[in-house]
């Protein structure tokens, strides 16, 4: 859909039970209710078009500060409370290293507000009359399983690649995911008996695999937390390259 296709507010096609200046269903495309709303009009051409007018290459942060609204009591909301931990201090590991710990509510810094922070308030429907309440189905597709200890290794992520004709540049952010932060939401009593037992499905964390993220030489790498373990004596304290947990 281009920005010649939209209507213009006045309009915007009714929507039963809604009031004026409804836009449901203006993204909807082959019959699926669409959920990026005006997100959809960042389209590969706006966004190589922005990139073209970038000139020095500077990145500048437009995050506020995660404390900066500690200094007004809003009821209801808590206060941001940053502590820095030392491992050895937790009783995590003897290793050296640090824990952030950060107890926060997003609305009191710089965050983008979900379409259900507010919602309509006479239908209690959020955009596209979705219910913040309703589950969703989940699908998985793959034959392996975030507990079951599989090891994804550097010609694993080449195949993926391929498949998807990604081709790899420099100062990519390489992003792995497992699945396991379902199983972490409702989590069964099997599945915390496996995660106990820290086998869990991950990056190989060999020297190679190490090898191969440094020699692409990505800008940084995320992972699900517990699953990154494994790389962090080769990415943080040798690399120097930074994981997203």
Request: aromatic residues 8%; proline residues 6%.
């Amino acid at each position: 859909m281009t920005a010649l296709s939209l209507p213009d507010y006045d309009t915007l096609p009714p929507v039963e039970g809604m009031p004026k200046g409804c836009a449901w269903s203006v993204f909807d495309k082959d019959g699926k209710k669409d959920v990026y709303r005006t997100l959809n009009l960042l389209t590969p051409k706006v966004i190589r078009e922005a990139g073209a007018e970038v000139r020095d290459g500077v990145s500048i942060s437009l995050n506020w500060p995660l404390d900066s609204m500690n200094k007004f009591a809003i009821e209801g909301r808590k206060q941001t409370i940053h502590t820095v931990h030392s491992l050895h201090s937790t009783g995590l590991n003897d290793g050296l290293g640090w824990d952030d710990e950060l107890d926060f509510n997003a609305q009191g810094s710089s965050q983008w507000d979900s379409l259900v922070h507010w919602q309509h308030q006479e239908t209690g429907l959020a955009y596209n009359g979705f219910k913040p309440t309703q589950p969703t189905p989940r699908r998985r597709g793959s034959t392996t399983t975030p507990l079951d200890g599989y090891r994804i290794t550097v010609r694993d992520i080449e195949a993926v690649a391929a498949h998807q004709g990604v081709a790899f540049k420099q100062g990519d952010i390489f992003i792995l995911t497992t699945g396991i932060t379902a199983i972490f939401d409702t989590p069964e009593p099997a599945d915390l008996a496996k995660m106990a037992q820290r086998k869990l499905s991950g990056a190989h964390g060999t020297e190679k695999t190490a090898r191969w993220f440094w020699d692409r030489h990505f800008a940084d790498g995320a992972e699900a937390p517990m699953t990154s373990l494994v790389l962090q004596p080769y990415f943080l304290s040798l690399l120097g390259m930074p994981i997203g947990e």
